[in-house]
């Protein structure tokens, strides 16, 4: 018994002057290995006469556990040191500020976009897209745009390959194109849906064109307030009956919605484009704030020509309509207060941020 306990005191001791987990695991080859102290008591037990045979045995299995036990807690209290250690070791300084990766949102015209999408779809109007490459039928020629007209000059039109020398493809110059793509579409569909085989003109009734259509427009110009790539919104509506009346209210109603400012004046100012006859730039006056008093222009506008009311397949005689080009670009500035074009295309997080 003596023997035992000493066996047991002793296997304490070792194990915990183990400063390692290798240097615990001699410690305990020493007790519980193939040679270890009580490997070697077992084996004595059978020289012993049988009466103490149950009562060494019982004893030494005690010592057994007993010094597996301090093993174990030796084991576990090595392992939490280490632990320990390497907490130490990795600590994190809570205190620091932390990087921040900048929370990401909509740019500024893309909310002016979806701005202007959903007033005029409350409005009943579709919205449609269409592509930047165009050929010079869509861009110019349909919207009876002379050969000789300067907007078709190299100096303001990218021209880019893949067109013919008689119809070059180039980058959109504005979102007009769309008048006639979107109508020819909304002509092609209403014939094929009432059964009219016919090629000509279209005369008879049909559902009004109603439309508007955003996106990317080029030209070769970049100052402070022009750059090479700026957004346009179209807009077309199409009927028999539709009147610069209409015209009028619509934008009004349009830019009171856009600007929450219900005493907003808007001036409709003679001018010229080749796909409208009349034709009116479309001014803007605050009556209140750091822009109150003076005209701003918006948009242009216009009725649709009749040779344009033509190449939409429709019959000038019974169609009738107006249309108009905005730039969501100078919407965006004017409501925030942007002074310079260029902070759009900057990318600075402090600027983009002040939008969310
Ligand atoms: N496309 C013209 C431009 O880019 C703007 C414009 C004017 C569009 C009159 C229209 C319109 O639809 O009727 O300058």
Same mark, same amino acid.
């Given at each position: 018994?003596?023997?035992? %306990?000493?066996?047991?005191?002793?296997?304490?001791?070792?194990? %915990?002057?183990?400063?390692?987990?290798?240097?615990?695991?001699?410690?305990?080859?020493?007790?519980?290995?193939?040679?270890?102290?009580?490997?070697?008591?077992?084996?004595?037990?059978?020289?012993?006469? &049988?009466?103490?045979?149950?009562?060494?045995?019982?004893?030494? %299995?005690?010592?057994?556990?007993a010094i597996e036990a301090a093993l174990n807690a030796r084991r576990q209290a090595l392992a939490d040191e280490q632990l320990q250690v390497q907490l130490e070791a990795e600590a994190l300084d809570v205190t620091l500020p932390g990087r921040q990766r900048g929370q990401g949102g909509l740019h500024p015209v893309s909310i002016?976009?979806?701005?202007?999408?959903?007033?005029?779809?409350?409005?009943?109007?579709?919205?449609?897209?269409?592509?930047?490459?165009?050929?010079?039928?869509?861009?110019?020629?349909?919207?009876?745009?002379?050969?000789?007209?300067?907007?078709?000059?190299?100096?303001?039109?990218?021209?880019?390959?893949?067109?013919?020398?008689?119809?070059?493809?180039?980058?959109?110059?504005?979102?007009?194109?769309?008048?006639?793509?979107?109508?020819?579409?909304?002509?092609?569909?209403?014939?094929?849906?009432?059964?009219?085989?016919?090629?000509?003109?279209?005369?008879?009734?049909?559902?009004?064109?109603?439309?508007?259509?955003?996106?990317?427009?080029?030209?070769?110009?970049?100052?402070?307030?022009?750059?090479?790539?700026?957004?346009?919104?179209?807009?077309?509506? &199409?009927?028999?009956?539709?009147?610069?009346?209409?015209?009028?209210?619509?934008?009004?109603?349009?830019?009171?919605?856009?600007?929450?400012?219900?005493?907003?004046?808007?001036?409709?100012?003679?001018?010229?484009?080749?796909?409208?006859?009349?034709?009116?730039?479309?001014?803007?006056?605050?009556?209140?704030?750091?822009?109150?008093?003076?005209?701003?222009?918006?948009?242009?506008?216009?009725? &649709?020509?009749?040779?344009?009311?033509?190449?939409?397949?429709?019959?000038?005689?019974?169609?009738?309509?107006?249309?108009?080009?905005?730039?969501?670009?100078?919407?965006?500035?004017?409501?925030?207060? &942007?002074?310079?074009?260029?902070?759009?295309?900057?990318?600075?997080?402090?600027?983009?941020?002040?939008?969310?």
């Open positions: 018994m003596n023997e035992l %306990n000493t066996v047991v005191a002793s296997a304490q001791a070792d194990f %915990n002057q183990a400063g390692t987990p290798a240097d615990l695991e001699n410690a305990k080859a020493s007790y519980l290995g193939k040679s270890g102290r009580i490997t070697e008591l077992m084996k004595g037990l059978a020289a012993l006469p &049988v009466d103490q045979k149950k009562s060494q045995g019982a004893a030494i %299995n005690l010592a057994k556990q002016t976009m979806e701005r202007i999408e959903a007033i005029f779809g409350s409005m009943g109007f579709e919205v449609a897209q269409g592509p930047e490459i165009e050929t010079d039928w869509f861009n110019f020629t349909a919207l009876n745009t002379p050969e000789d007209h300067p907007a078709r000059s190299m100096h303001d039109t990218f021209y880019v390959e893949g067109g013919s020398a008689t119809a070059p493809n180039l980058l959109r110059t504005h979102t007009s194109p769309m008048q006639i793509r979107h109508a020819v579409q909304h002509v092609k569909k209403h014939r094929a849906a009432v059964g009219d085989g016919g090629d000509g003109l279209f005369s008879g009734t049909m559902p009004e064109i109603r439309v508007i259509a955003p996106g990317r427009t080029y030209r070769v110009d970049s100052d402070a307030t022009h750059s090479p790539m700026f957004h346009q919104c179209e807009g077309l509506w &199409v009927g028999e009956n539709v009147s610069f009346k209409d015209l009028k209210f619509v934008f009004t109603d349009f830019c009171r919605i856009f600007f929450e400012s219900s005493d907003l004046m808007l001036r409709f100012r003679p001018s010229f484009f080749p796909f409208t006859e009349p034709s009116a730039e479309i001014d803007i006056q605050f009556q209140s704030g750091p822009l109150s008093g003076r005209w701003l222009e918006v948009a242009g506008s216009g009725q &649709v020509h009749p040779n344009v009311v033509r190449n939409m397949g429709l019959d000038p005689e019974r169609f009738i309509g107006f249309a108009f080009g905005m730039g969501p670009d100078r919407l965006t500035m004017l409501r925030y207060g &942007v002074s310079d074009l260029r902070l759009f295309f900057d990318g600075d997080i402090r600027f983009l941020s002040q939008f969310q």
